[in-house]
């Protein structure tokens, strides 16, 4: 009897902890947005302050009102180029196909070189003479050479992208714990279940941590490449603002790409958070940025 109440005195003092636990967390997170919040409001408010008192000058730096009404104006009006949503789209897509390609080649190399250190001694000083070059300086030869179309913006998106992949993927696949591959291989694994089931998954969290960077830079170089040469885009939105001396259309377009960042840096979360279930959750005291 006295067991058995000593358990339900544990099991009720567990519950009570895990409840302190969550309303801390609770009580955190909301300190943390609110916070967020009081940031952005002191930068946006102390921008429109100035502007409106003349310490900064709205004409090279835009202010915050001018950069709303600019927004609600291509919205409504449409842009030079187009309707907006036409121009996101366009973006939207060399981003994404850059990304994809990008990833796919990132991965591929870097789980084949990580595997073949023969392979990746002959190959290496390539990789890193090219991963040396600027490689948004390419973004010019990619539109001499493949015009204004979308496939120079995509072609330089996949560049950006490429290397960041390969390098955690590669590293990723060099970090596989050796007694895990020496077990597998001792249990009759050849080299294709040994790639699938062992490596492929000990290297997803290396591989996924780059997605996080790699998507931005896929956006980067979108904007880039419609910069140096499109007919249409958010890069050459910008292109055009910045020819007409338009600093809120050039704020309002930087703040669409923040936007769309954001957006995909919530779904590159989301799809971590899905494929590496096995991962420990977050302690009370980590920060969710």
């Known amino acids: 009897m006295n067991e058995r109440s000593s358990a339900v ?3 009720s003092t567990t519950e009570e902890n895990i409840q302190v636990d969550l309303a801390g967390m609770r009580r955190k997170r909301l300190l943390i947005n609110t916070l967020r919040v009081l940031v952005l409001v002191v930068i946006v408010g102390g921008w429109e302050l100035g502007a409106r008192t003349k310490v900064i000058d709205p004409f090279f730096w835009g202010q915050p009102s001018g950069i709303w009404a600019q927004i609600v104006t291509w919205v409504i ?16 897509e060399e981003t ?7 990833v796919i080649l990132g991965v591929v190399f870097g789980i084949l070189l990580g595997r073949n250190r023969f392979l990746a001694d002959v190959l290496g000083p390539y990789i890193k003479a ?6 948004v ?9 493949l015009g204004l179309g979308i496939q120079s913006k995509v072609a330089l998106a996949v560049v950006l992208v490429f290397f960041i992949v390969f390098f955690n993927a590669f590293q990723g696949v060099r970090e596989v714990d050796r007694n895990l591959l020496a077990n597998a291989r001792i249990l009759g694994a050849n080299s294709r279940q040994l790639s699938i089931d062992v490596i492929i998954p000990s290297a997803l ?34 292109q055009t603002a910045q020819g007409t001396f338009n600093a809120n259309g050039v704020f309002a377009a930087m703040v669409i790409l923040a936007v769309l960042a954001l ?6 979360t989301a799809l971590e958070n899905r494929l590496i ?10 920060i969710s940025i």
């Open 277 to 286: 279930t096995w991962r420990p959750t977050s302690t009370v005291n980590d």
């Open 9 to 11: 005195n544990k099991t």
């Open 205 to 238: 969290t290396w591989i996924i941590a780059s997605l996080h960077t790699s998507f931005s830079f896929a956006l980067v170089g979108a904007v880039v490449g419609e910069f140096l040469g499109a007919t249409q885009g958010i890069g050459l939105m910008i």
């Open 137 to 145: 300086v390419l973004g010019s030869i990619f539109v001499i050479g």
């Open 130 to 135: 090219a991963n040396s070059i600027p490689r």
């Open 96 to 102: 994404v196909l850059g990304f994809a390609i990008g």
């Open 263 to 268: 957006i995909t840096e919530a779904l590159v």
């Open 77 to 92: 009006n449409g842009t030079a180029q187009g309707p907006l949503w036409v121009q996101i789209a366009v973006t939207l």
